[in-house]
């Protein structure tokens, strides 16, 4: 993918947009530390990243970010992307967390195990539990547990609307956990919503089957579980947000996914196609898109 010419692309977007396109398997290991949490503040002003641990690995934990006001405030868990590999981290999201805060939402930027300390079923029961845990914070931070919504990026926008659908799962499956979190809507920022159609598109390379342990062929009940696609109806409140220019994750991604989810049933789905907006655009706050993206992420928190 080549930068457009009518604005400047940061460096760093270089780096992802060449790594992810060159990528066909899992990224290399994490690198570096995270960084310390600020302290909370009084006085109602904004608080984070407090950082919290909802596991023992050093990748299960999140950072929350609090709004001014004394709550209780709806919570946005932010979800990144990466093609599952260790190599990309919530770091993608910082700049994301901090906008959608202060439009007066807590964000619960989140780390989980990817591929090379994760994989099926660690990836996924990480997610889960990280969105269970808002329940322990709740009391502390004025959380609005009636008012969880998840926001994904690419290969999180998989575990976005996956966390939100796991419910459907029979009770005893792992995945499922024992008393998921009700989610009230979930955003998917040029999400990778059909994992078998991902491998037939090129989406990652090969990383949906490394995620999973196989191809579909040989792990059917793994891509019945994980892929959102699979799991329709979800019965919950989903928004699509993808760029025309995506050649990461390209735009009939979503709308397959929009067709099915009409078909099966789902009855509040919709699709904001953003003329001209690239794969990173859904996430970069600098971006000339973001106006356009950030109005379709708050709008699912317009619930009744």
Same mark, same amino acid.
């Given at each position: ?19 992810? =396109? @060159? ?19 009084? *006085?109602?002003? #904004? ?23 004394? $709550? ?6 932010? @979800?990144? /992307?990466?093609?599952? =590999?260790? $190599? ?27 591929? *090379?300390? /994760? ?14 845990? @808002? ?16 926001? $994904? ?16 799962? #029979? =009770?005893?499956?792992?995945?499922? %956990?024992?008393? #998921?979190?009700?989610?009230? *809507? ?18 990652? %390379? ?13 792990? #059917? ?10 799991? @329709? ?31 099966? %049933? ?9 003329? /001209? /907006? ?17 109005? =379709?992420?708050? $709008? ?5």
């Amino acid at each position: 993918m080549r930068p457009r010419a009518d604005r400047h692309v940061p460096l760093r977007r270089l780096g992802l947009v060449v790594s992810l =396109a @060159l990528l066909a398997a899992c990224a290399g290991p994490e690198t570096g530390k995270s960084p310390e949490p600020a302290s909370s503040s009084g *006085g109602g002003a #904004p608080t984070g990243p407090l950082r919290h641990a909802y596991g023992p690995d050093p990748s299960q934990f999140g950072e929350l970010r609090v709004p001014q006001g004394e $709550g209780p405030h709806p919570v946005m868990v932010i @979800l990144h /992307g990466g093609c599952w =590999a260790d $190599g990309y981290r919530k770091d993608l999201m910082d700049g994301m967390s901090e906008s959608l805060t202060k439009a007066g939402f807590a964000t619960w930027n989140v780390e989980y195990r990817r591929l *090379g300390s /994760g994989g099926y079923p660690v990836t996924l029961t990480d997610v889960g539990l990280a969105v269970d845990t @808002l329940r322990d914070l709740a009391s502390t931070h004025h959380l609005d547990t009636t008012k969880v919504f998840t926001v $994904g990026h690419s290969a999180g926008g998989q575990l976005a609307v996956w966390v939100a659908a796991r419910a459907r799962l #029979p =009770a005893g499956n792992p995945l499922r %956990g024992v008393n #998921p979190l009700p989610v009230a *809507g979930a955003v998917s920022l040029a999400g990778v919503l059909d994992l078998a159609e991902a491998l037939d598109l090129g989406v990652c %390379g090969t990383a949906a089957a490394n995620l999973l342990g196989g191809s579909p062929t040989e792990v #059917p009940a793994r891509y019945a579980e994980a892929s959102p696609r699979a799991l @329709l109806p979800i019965g919950v409140r989903q928004i699509l947000v993808h760029g025309t220019d995506d050649a990461i994750v390209p735009l009939v991604m979503s709308t397959h996914y929009l067709d099915a989810a009409k078909a099966a %049933g789902e009855k509040d789905i919709t699709l904001k196609v953003i003329e /001209g /907006g690239d794969h990173f655009d859904m996430i970069e706050p600098s971006s000339t898109k973001w106006a356009e993206v950030s109005q =379709a992420i708050v $709008g699912i928190g317009a619930l009744p």
